[in-house]
């Protein structure tokens, strides 16, 4: 009996897939951010035969946006308020939950984990020998990093401040009045937690500096400055007086580390305010740069600038991928860097210096007073761009004639030329690629053994359009539209669900419970510590009655800049379709030797259209893939389909698919436990319109019967 079922596993898996144990220890799946992995037991052919394992409901809901990570034979993550814990990463059997007490929001992206490498040499808890490594977790909840241990969940109280540490300190500035998060894991070299995090995007806003910090006692050991103070390098690339008020430019999709060279990788954002430059004019240094830092100092090897003087939020959305090239004969140690605009740079990891050509092409220039747009930008020869780069009047949708018509009809009152047109006053800018790219925080998958990268991208228009600010007064009014209506729309609507109406917010809020609220925001929702008790007031009576109460003096600060964003919007025809020609979401497989296309397809689907027979719409994705040396691309992202896809790496044909409970806005993972591959995905249906969701973390594998 024994032998007959050994049998039949071997026909089922080749005896070379039967490969030790493997894990997923850091987010991205290793220090290179390759999302790859060697495993070969779910290949092409057995592919269709891939069944839930485990599921684990955290039954909260929210759009998290997380990738566990799978260290040994537990899997740890995070719900949907932020809570970590720990599973059986075999079973999902529950072993332990922290709750920190504070109810996190939106994006939490995954853990960090550390062990000490040894054994410590002192008596454990009970007197006798300990043979136990520190084994850590770290934990983003809220403004704080928490050092958990992995076996129990319990804060370690010697790290920071009884087991957390605060990132709205050490900034130079007043922490009460810092806004920052860790929404994205980032890098642990030897003994430093190295990171970034979201800060505001319109000012006033932190600023975002890389720093490290002790993994054993919480101590800052180096802070690197993106924004440059006086005497250091960058610091003529701003206004004199810039570095005191201004922030943003902040790490906020983790980074890359080089372990041999000691070498990290952080990408940047752009300077707040996003849209509107006149208090930082100049390249605005080290705004939408990829920064290599020595990782024991901080010091900065090179920077390369992606974006200068950013006036369309082009941060680089992910971190970039470590890879290894052969160029012209040569083996160059590379890292390739997707964009939000479409491009795909790939630099030299040692210099910074470009492998392929790049191109410096005019940008139309702005009509804004007081602004001064940078006349150029970059663009690689190749690869090309694998996100459309010019809206026009043949570029809209066809989905019906009728549709056609209106787009048409909108799109003559539209300003559209190219992807780095900047706005302007009173009058709709296209923005395309979107604000979500192109690429986004997902990150694209390298594979190692072909040398092809896999990128899904977005091909959604957005809309944009600044107005003028009453600088003059402080009101109600006047403070929701400098520092609200940008999210919550002049009217107070939103845009949801992404953007919440904040009509009857006076009736879900006690005024206290909508103070906390606003100082502390959540989710994509910054804080506002700056606001004084009579502008909470004023806000709160604006939003309640549409009263436009005095609050206090005029804000004389550099922060109250002329200009404001007037809101995010994405350019949908009537009947909530994208407005622009399909297909609306790609998936692409790009040979990084060549720069060539290995294949290009549409990626996600609506299903009442496929029901009409529009099935290659493509569809907004949010979450990147992972490739195997099985042969497969697996893929979630897909916000309107829920599905959870497996691609032939080689030439994008469609092997497996499965209906998630929501979509999966999350990047998936796979690992190995007692000789059983796994692929495990976090589905919360986070970017669904509906605004339902939940979080719910499922696991697949070959069936049990073809495993044993
Ligand atoms: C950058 C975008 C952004 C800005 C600017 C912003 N918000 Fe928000 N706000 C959000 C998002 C996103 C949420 C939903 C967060 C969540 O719960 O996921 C939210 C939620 C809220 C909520 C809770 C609403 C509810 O029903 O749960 C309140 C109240 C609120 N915002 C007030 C404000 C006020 C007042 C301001 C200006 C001082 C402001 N917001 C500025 C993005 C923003």
Redesign the pocket.
């Known amino acids: 009996m024994k032998l007959v079922l050994a049998l039949a596993a071997m026909l089922v898996f080749p005896l070379a897939a039967r490969t030790a144990d493997a894990d997923w220890p850091v987010y991205g799946g290793d220090a290179a951010k390759t999302r790859h992995s060697a495993l070969t037991q779910i290949d092409r052919s057995n592919v269709k035969l891939l069944a839930p394992v485990w599921r684990y409901d955290t039954g909260e809901k929210?759009?998290t946006q997380t990738q566990p990570i799978v260290v040994g034979r537990t899997l740890f993550g995070y719900t949907p308020a932020h809570k970590a814990f720990a599973l059986e990463a075999a079973t999902g059997k529950l072993l332990w939950t922290f709750d920190s007490g504070i109810a996190g929001?939106?994006a939490n992206r995954g853990l960090m984990y550390w062990s000490s490498g040894k054994v410590p040499s002192g008596k454990g808890p009970s007197g006798t020998a300990s043979t136990r490594r520190d084994r850590r977790v770290f934990a983003a909840v809220d403004r704080f990093v928490y050092a958990l241990d992995a076996d129990t969940g319990k804060p370690i109280a010697e790290f920071g401040a009884q087991g957390r540490i605060d990132l709205g300190a050490d900034l130079g500035r007043d922490p009460a009045t810092q806004s920052v998060r860790l929404t994205s894991p980032c890098v642990i070299w030897h003994d430093l937690m190295i990171v970034g995090g979201r800060v505001?995007?319109?000012l006033p806003a932190s600023p975002g500096f890389v720093r490290a910090y002790d993994v054993r006692s919480g101590a800052l050991r180096w802070t690197f400055h993106t924004i440059p103070q006086p005497g250091e390098a960058g610091y003529e690339t701003w206004p004199k007086y810039a570095w005191k008020h201004t922030g943003g430019v902040n790490s906020w999709p983790g980074m890359a580390l080089d372990e041999k060279r000691g070498l990290v990788f952080a990408p940047t954002g752009s300077a707040a305010s996003d849209f509107f430059g006149g208090d930082r004019l100049g390249d605005d240094l080290y705004a939408n740069c990829l920064l290599a830092l020595d990782a024991a100092t901080g010091r900065l090897r090179w920077h390369f600038q992606f974006v200068k003087h950013d006036l369309l939020d082009r941060d680089l959305p992910t971190a970039p991928t470590l890879i290894t090239l052969k160029v012209q004969g040569k083996t160059v140690d590379a890292l390739v860097q997707t964009t939000k605009q479409g491009f795909v740079f790939v630099l030299d990891r040692e210099t910074g210096k470009p492998l392929f050509p790049i191109e410096e092409v005019p940008a139309p220039p702005t009509d804004v007073p007081g602004e001064i747009s940078n006349p150029t930008y970059l663009r690689p020869t190749t690869p090309a761009p694998y996100a459309r780069q010019r809206l026009t009047a043949d570029e809209l949708t066809g989905r019906t004639p009728d549709a056609n018509r209106w787009a048409r009809e909108q799109f003559a009152q539209l300003r559209s030329d190219g992807p780095f047109k900047p706005l302007t006053v009173g009058q709709d800018t296209t923005i395309y690629p979107g604000f979500d790219g192109g690429a986004e925080w997902g990150g694209p998958a390298w594979d190692v053994d072909t040398g092809v990268l896999y990128v899904n991208s977005n091909e959604m228009s957005w809309l944009g359009s600044l107005a003028a600010n009453d600088t003059g007064r402080s009101t109600g009014k006047s403070?929701?539209l400098r520092?609200?209506a940008?999210?919550?729309g002049e009217n107070r609507l939103?845009s949801p669900p992404?953007?919440?109406?904040?009509v009857g917010?006076d009736k879900?809020?006690t005024p206290q419970e909508?103070s906390q609220?606003?100082r502390h925001?959540?989710?994509?929702?910054?804080g506002?510590p700056q606001?004084q008790d009579d502008a909470i007031t004023a806000?709160a009576a604006y939003?309640a009655t549409g009263a436009d109460l005095p609050a206090g003096k005029p804000d004389d600060s550099p922060t109250n800049l002329a200009y404001r964003f007037t809101g995010?919007r994405r350019w949908l025809d009537p009947q909530g379709y994208p407005a622009v020609a399909m297909p609306w979401g790609t998936l692409n497989a790009i040979d990084l030797a060549t720069g060539r296309y290995v294949w290009k397809i549409p990626f996600g689907a609506f299903p009442e259209l496929a029901a009409q027979g529009m099935h290659d719409t493509g569809s907004e994705n949010y979450g990147g893939p992972l490739v195997t040396a099985g042969g497969l691309l697996f893929i979630g992202a897909t916000i309107h389909d829920r599905k959870f896809r497996a691609f032939d790496k080689h030439n994008g044909e469609l092997l497996w698919e499965t209906t998630l409970p929501f979509s999966a806005d999350a990047t998936p993972i796979t690992y190995m436990i007692d000789g059983r591959q796994y692929v495990a995905i976090f589905a919360s249906g986070g970017k669904e319109r509906t605004g339902s969701g939940g979080g719910v973390y499922l696991s697949f594998a070959l069936s049990s019967s073809s495993t044993h």
Do not use: K, N, T
């Open positions: 929210g759009d929001v939106g505001g995007e319109s403070i929701y520092d609200c940008a999210c919550h939103g992404q953007f919440p109406s904040l917010v879900r809020f909508f609220r606003v925001g959540g989710g994509r929702m910054p506002f606001l806000l939003l995010y």
